[in-house]
């Protein structure tokens, strides 16, 4: 755990925690960091399964991470990147609902989104609620 505030030192850890991804059957490695609200930042990486279904992606691992022990610190922005793309990595529709639970049921404010490719300088950058645009917007409350 770092304390880190730019968006560039973001992605460094990123891609920093890439390297440690876990990805023999893609090859495909992905890091991702989370900036908490208190400058706190937690890193994930993709974790592969043979049996393919299993995997997890670089996102929902660091998300989850920080959701399972700063559960009172907001999310303030994710940047996801990757050492084998040429281009901004892009969370897949998954991620994008697990990082909008974040934003509407727990915390009510947006996060926002840093992809960056191989180098760490193409860069895109989106909040959570414009990657996910007509969500699934059951509350949980509609039970008797
Ligand atoms: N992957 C991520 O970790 N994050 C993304 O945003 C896209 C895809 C992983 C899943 C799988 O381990 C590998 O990349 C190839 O799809």
């Known amino acids: 755990m770092i304390k ?11 891609l920093r925690m890439a390297q440690k991804a876990w990805a023999p059957y893609s090859g495909f490695r992905v890091g991702a960091a989370v900036l908490l609200a208190d400058g ?8 592969e ?6 995997g997890s992606c670089a996102e929902r691992v660091a998300v989850n991470y920080a959701r399972a022990n700063f559960p009172e610190r907001q999310i303030v922005a994710i940047a996801v990147a990757s050492p084998d ?6 969370p897949c529709g998954g991620c994008r609902e697990v990082l909008l639970e974040a934003v509407r ?3 009510g404010a947006d ?10 300088t193409r860069v895109r950058t989106a ?3 414009e990657l996910l645009p007509l969500a699934f917007a059951f509350d949980g409350k509609n039970r008797t």
Request: proline share 4%; glycine share 6%.
């Open 85 to 90: 793309s040429d281009e901004p990595v892009t």
């Open 40 to 47: 706190t930042v937690v890193g994930g990486n993709n974790q």
């Open 105 to 107: 049921a727990q915390q």
């Open 49 to 54: 399964n043979r049996v393919y279904p299993l």
């Open 4 to 14: 880190i505030s730019d968006d560039n030192q973001l992605i460094q850890q990123a």
């Open 111 to 120: 996060i926002r989104v840093v992809m960056a490719d191989r180098t760490g």
């Open 127 to 129: 909040l959570v609620t």
